[in-house]
């Protein structure tokens, strides 16, 4: 069966003479069994009618935010839910430079900024137009925030000229789909444990030793995790980030509720540690409120190291077991150590010395290391570098 039937394609028809295209791409979905619903934006409508494309797709057109016969006024939250995959194509420069400021000023970039699923964008547009520079920053932050890029290609333009900027064949651009979701559904099988935050040592009822971890990293991770067909458990120190509706997200304090949390949910395929674990924790926690009176001397004792706990027992190891280390300084060999240590796969370095990554930021610049290699990935933005762990994570696993 193919892998495309019953998946549900939300397509997305912008302005631009490519726009006969979408057409075949309808044919050519509804073949393999796909079921496809449309949105036209209102430049599109100049190129391909709404009843050459409902007769296609035998569904209904949606063009406007504000459709005064939907029931609910909220189209752009239920086509995002609804649809397996959105397909934008063609997509114009215009919204591509909607998409790359967040701008939601119609029901297609609306849907765009409103979904949780992957999207997919197929640039059409003159040779010029694609080569601006405005043109290549709008992909490469769009291409940050999770979007696929498909094409374009090289050839003749309506406007005469030729060059970079034809939107890639419907088939093409199916294959591409076919490929993705299939290996969604081969990933299914693999199921994957995070972690991430910080963790709180409760010196009193209300005052804790902690760290700066906002978590964001870990999230990243585990919505990359989910959006390529993982069964994900994320295991969350206390932070201010929301996870992904089909993550199963299980909510700690302490070192100690983490580490019973990811034992409580072994066995599993992959275990990305990325949570800044207290290293100790309070031995003389008191039940009450320390009045500022009194004199106070902490003494500590040490937390499981889970990494190392889940690495060394044969019965709990997952195949990959990865490693965060955050440093400020010797960024390498300390890392080195703490993949010996530890028996980890790999270990994932930053600098948190570097106030524009790590802690807080959006952004991270790290060293992946095992015991083959050393590699270093530049600064970029959390969500793209979760999105490169997972693919190296997929490829070892298959």
């Given at each position: 069966m193919n892998i495309l039937n019953e998946k549900k394609i939300l397509l997305i028809i912008c302005g631009g003479i490519a726009a006969y295209k979408s057409l075949e791409l309808i044919r050519l979905l509804k073949k393999r069994g796909a079921i496809v619903k449309t949105v036209l934006t209102k430049s599109g409508s100049e190129f391909v009618t709404p009843l050459s494309i409902s007769s296609l797709s035998q569904e209904k057109v949606y063009t406007n935010l504000f459709e005064p016969t939907n029931e609910s006024g909220l189209d752009h939250i239920a086509l995002s839910r609804w649809a397996d995959v959105v397909l934008i194509a063609p997509a114009t420069a215009n919204i591509i430079s909607k998409l790359s400021y967040g701008l939601s000023d119609d029901l297609a970039s609306t849907i765009a900024l409103a979904s949780n699923k992957q999207i997919f964008i197929a640039p059409a547009m003159n040779v010029r137009m694609w080569e601006h520079q405005s043109t290549k920053e709008n992909i490469d932050k769009?291409?940050?925030?999770?979007?696929?890029?498909?094409?374009?290609?090289?050839?003749?333009?309506?406007?005469g000229e030729y060059g970079k900027g034809t939107m890639t064949e419907p088939i093409h651009i199916i294959n591409l789909l076919?490929?993705?979701?299939?290996s969604?559904?081969?990933?299914?099988k693999f199921r994957a444990l995070v972690t991430a935050g910080p963790t709180h040592e409760f010196i009193d009822p209300v005052r804790y030793i902690s760290n700066r971890s906002s978590g964001k990293q870990g999230?990243?991770?585990?919505?990359?995790?989910i959006k390529n067909g993982f069964e994900t458990?994320?295991?969350?120190?206390?932070?201010?980030?929301?996870?992904?509706?089909?993550?199963?997200?299980?909510?700690?304090?302490?070192?100690e509720e983490m580490f019973n949390?990811?034992?409580?949910?072994?066995?599993?395929?992959?275990?990305?540690?990325?949570a800044a674990v207290g290293d100790y924790r309070v031995a003389n926690k008191k039940k009450e409120k320390i009045?500022?009176?009194?004199?106070?001397?902490?003494?500590?004792?040490?937390n499981v190291d889970i990494i190392s706990h889940v690495s060394k027992h044969n019965s709990l190891r997952p195949k990959i077991v990865i490693g965060f280390a955050a440093e400020t300084n010797n960024l390498i060999e300390n890392s080195q150590i703490k993949l010996q240590q530890k028996k980890c796969?790999?270990?994932i370095a930053n600098d948190i010395s570097d106030s524009k990554i790590g802690f807080g930021s959006d952004f991270n610049e790290v060293v992946i290391l095992n015991n083959d290699n050393i590699e270093k990935i530049p600064r970029t933005r959390k969500s793209l570098l979760a999105d490169q762990i997972v693919k190296k994570v997929i490829s070892q696993l298959n």
């Open positions: 769009i291409r940050e925030f999770g979007y696929q890029i498909i094409g374009p290609e090289i050839g003749d333009m309506a406007c076919e490929n993705y979701l299939n969604i559904k081969n990933n299914k999230y990243e991770i585990a919505n990359a995790l458990t994320l295991i969350s120190g206390p932070t201010n980030l929301n996870a992904n509706s089909d993550i199963n997200l299980i909510n700690v304090n302490s070192a949390a990811t034992i409580n949910n072994l066995p599993v395929d992959v275990a990305i540690f990325s009045k500022k009176s009194e004199n106070i001397s902490l003494e500590l004792e040490k796969d790999w270990i």
